[in-house]
Structure formats: structure tokens, C-alpha cells
């Protein structure tokens, strides 16, 4: 997919808003994880030495219920932008009266308006009318037909930053041409999450590897008990249609980690995918999984990964997950990975820098590894959208 980029854009002299995903962790004022952040820095910057007369950046943060909520306001996230910008960045409230003579600022959050989420044209044009020019730099957005992500995109001349494009290029050459063998590792906690996903991978992967708690599900539609662990009944004949069609591409657990309880410090035991007892669940894959797993990834010479193999936050359940984020990390492979749970696991693992793509996106990604059309990007693609020649308006003071 080619997308026209902050190249094809005449900024000089011309007011910017750019489309961030800020949606990063906060509790009590405080930024738990400045991932995002931190992503969306080489665009702004990029846009101000091209000569932007300010950049107006708008971004969502948790989900407020389209008013203000002082438990999701973008004080912290400015304030740490700025400091990655080495400049101040003011927040300022929605609809803007006046912007402050800076030349970043940064929104108050976009779903405290309820005219983001239903992609209200007339809130669509209130933003607009702040710039000259649009770029989305918001990945994790770009599935939202939301005002700022897709109405937007169409009333000013767009592109895509520079972040945005790197997730594209990433997650295409996946689905277009990786090189193989290509092996794709998935878990999480609900197989019905994921199947779109699997099926449109299957396509193009060699071997699918299959963790998390989803893989109960595929354990019982080969007629295995699984005890108390997570199934989804309903999706039991999907798994089994995935399974006879594709069978021999896909691993699945020979052993898990069971426990009666999902909780820190509790008796846990490996057990045969066939010996799970019927008063526990598995919460991890097991120690002879892991190394089938671990061989697989070590021969691929492209590997995606989204989803933990266990609860990896709590102890005991947390070899799976490492042993794949090693290998994933370390290995020679070209490697992706993506969704929150993943991220966080590399993070905390001390693996991220050790990645060639960690996604920003967790839904948006799954929704393009799926080969659907995302909202966000059909107005940023090449031959598209408005007419980038423009006349750049005075600056705004």
C-alpha cells in the first residue's frame, strides 16, 4: 500500500495538525509507559524543520464518554512531549478559542467531545479550520472512523507522518512479501478475536504457532479436556475447520503450566495437554512447548509476533512468553511485533530496542493483518484525497 508522505506536503509557512496516538498509560498524573509518545516525535520534529508555522497536535487518550474527565486530561502527556521537544507545549481545551504563541501545541483530548467518536463532519471541520494542512501520524487510530482519523483527512490536503508509514511498510511486507520461511506466533486470551486474523496469515505463513489462553480453544476441538481453562464454545467448529485445512502449519501445545487459580505464589505443575485435571486450567505453555516453539522461531527468517503465551505479569506463568520474547528479540529473523500485551512483555523483558518493528498499534494492527479496509488510510493513499497544491496561510499568533 503506498501512502503520499510528509515529502509530498508543502509545509513551509503552514499550520500542521498531526494526528498522534498519546494514548499511553496514566494513573494519577502519572505516564506509566511513554512508548507512544516518544513515537511521535521524529514527525513533529521533522514537520518544524521543514519549516511549519506551528504544529497543532490532536490525539485521544482512554475512553471519556464524550465530556471532559479529569482522569483522562492531556496535562501529563504535554508535559512530556515538551520535554522530549526540548520546548513548551501548551494544552489547550477544546473547541480552541485562541492557541498560544508556541509553535507546538497539543489539543485537550479528542473524545471529550462527542462529535470525535461519531465522526461529526461539523466537528471535523472545527479542527480542520486550525491548519492548512493534515498529517496522521496515529496508527493505532487509523481502524476509528472517527472525525479526527478519516473526515478530517478528507477537507485538507493529507499525508501520512512518519510513523505511520513505517507501520505500514512493516505489517504490508508481512502480507505481501515476507521472507520465509515465515513464521507468525499468536496468543491472547480469546480465539474469536484473532480468527480473521489467522485465516488471512495462513495465507502467506509457513507455521502459525498458537499460545495463550486461545489455544484451549483449539486444544478442545481436537477432543482434548481442558479442565477450567478459557474455551470459547461457540468458536469450538472454527478452530476445527482452521485445524483440518491447515493442520500441518499449525502448533499447538503438547504441555501447559495448570493451576487451580490465577494468582502470584499459588502451586502450579506441567501436565500433558492430555492430563489436565478437571478442577484447574493452564495458564502458561510448558517447558517442553516452549522449546518446540523456540525451534521454530530460530529457523524463520521473518517472524511476527502478537500475544502473550501465558499470564506472563504473573511469575509462574511467565516462561512461555519470555522464552518467545528471547528468541523473537534475538533471533536472526526479521521480526514484528505488536498488540499491547506483547509490547509490555518485551518492555519488561528488556527487549524492545532488540525488535526491527514494534507496532504502536494493538486493534488497527490486527484489523490490517486481516485485510481490512481501515478507515484512516483510504484518504492518505497516493492518488487520493484533496489536491495537496495550497497556499499556506499567515501564521496564527
Not at 498529517?135 to 493529507?158: C, I, K, N, T, Y
Not at 505489517?171 to 520461511?181: D, I, M, T
Not at 493442520?247 to 499447538?252: C, P, T, W
Not at 485485510?371 to 488510510?377: A, D, H, M, S
Request: aromatic share 4%.
Amino acid at each position: 500500500m503506498k501512502l503520499r508522505t510528509i515529502d509530498d506536503l508543502d509545509v513551509a509557512r503552514a499550520r500542521v495538525l498531526v494526528r498522534a496516538d498519546l494514548n499511553v498509560p496514566l494513573a494519577d498524573g502519572s505516564i506509566g509507559d511513554d512508548f507512544r509518545i516518544r513515537r511521535s516525535v521524529p514527525t513533529i520534529t521533522k514537520l518544524l524543520e521543514r519549516g511549519a508555522a506551528r504544529v497543532i497536535v490532536c490525539s485521544h487518550l482512554g475512553r471519556p464518554k464524550g465530556e471532559p474527565d479529569p482522569r483522562y486530561r492531556l496535562g501529563p502527556v504535554g508535559t512530556r512531549l515538551g520535554e522530549l521537544l526540548d520546548m513548551e507545549v501548551p494544552v489547550v481545551p477544546l473547541p480552541p478559542t485562541e492557541l498560544p504563541e508556541t509553535r507546538v501545541v497539543l489539543l485537550e483530548n479528542l473524545r471529550f467531545h462527542p462529535g470525535e467518536t461519531t465522526n461529526d463532519q461539523g466537528f471535523a471541520r472545527a479542527l480542520a479550520d486550525l491548519a492548512d494542512v493534515y498529517v496522521d501520524d496515529a496508527f493505532g487510530a487509523v481502524h476509528r472512523a472517527h472525525a479526527s482519523v478519516s473526515a478530517v483527512a478528507e477537507m485538507l490536503p493529507s499525508a501520512a507522518g512518519l510513523l505511520l508509514v513505517r507501520e505500514v511498510s512493516a505489517l504490508s511486507k508481512l502480507l505481501e512479501a515476507p521472507e520465509h520461511p515465515f513464521v507468525a506466533v499468536v496468543g491472547g486470551a480469546k480465539v474469536s478475536d484473532k480468527l480473521g486474523v489467522l485465516s488471512n496469515l495462513l495465507r502467506v505463513a509457513d507455521t502459525l504457532v498458537i499460545g495463550g489462553a486461545m489455544c484451549f480453544t483449539f486444544l478442545r476441538a481436537q477432543g482434548h479436556s481442558t479442565g477450567t481453562s478459557l474455551v470459547e464454545e461457540e468458536r469450538i467448529d472454527d478452530c476445527r475447520l482452521l485445524l483440518e485445512q491447515h493442520g500441518d502449519r499449525i502448533l499447538l501445545p503438547s504441555d501447559v503450566v495448570i493451576a487451580t487459580e490465577m494468582k502470584a505464589g499459588v502451586q502450579t505443575e506441567q501436565v500433558r495437554i492430555d492430563a489436565i485435571p478437571d478442577d484447574a486450567a493452564g495458564y502458561d505453555i510448558g517447558k517442553e512447548t516452549s522449546r518446540a516453539y523456540v525451534d521454530a522461531i530460530r529457523v524463520a527468517k521473518t517472524v511476527l509476533w502478537n500475544g502473550p503465551m501465558g499470564v506472563f505479569e504473573i511469575d509462574e506463568f511467565a516462561s512461555g512468553t519470555r522464552a518467545v520474547a528471547a528468541d523473537v528479540a534475538l533471533g536472526p529473523a526479521y521480526s514484528v511485533v505488536g498488540g499491547g500485551d506483547s509490547v509490555a512483555a518485551l518492555g519488561e523483558f528488556g527487549y524492545t530496542d532488540k525488535v526491527d518493528h514494534v507496532s504502536t498499534g494493538g486493534g488497527a494492527m490486527l484489523e490490517f493483518l486481516e485485510g481490512k479496509e481501515l478507515p484512516g488510510l483510504i484518504p492518505l493513499r497516493a492518488g487520493s484525497g484533496r489536491d495537496l497544491e495550497h497556499t499556506p496561510r499567515p501564521p496564527v499568533t
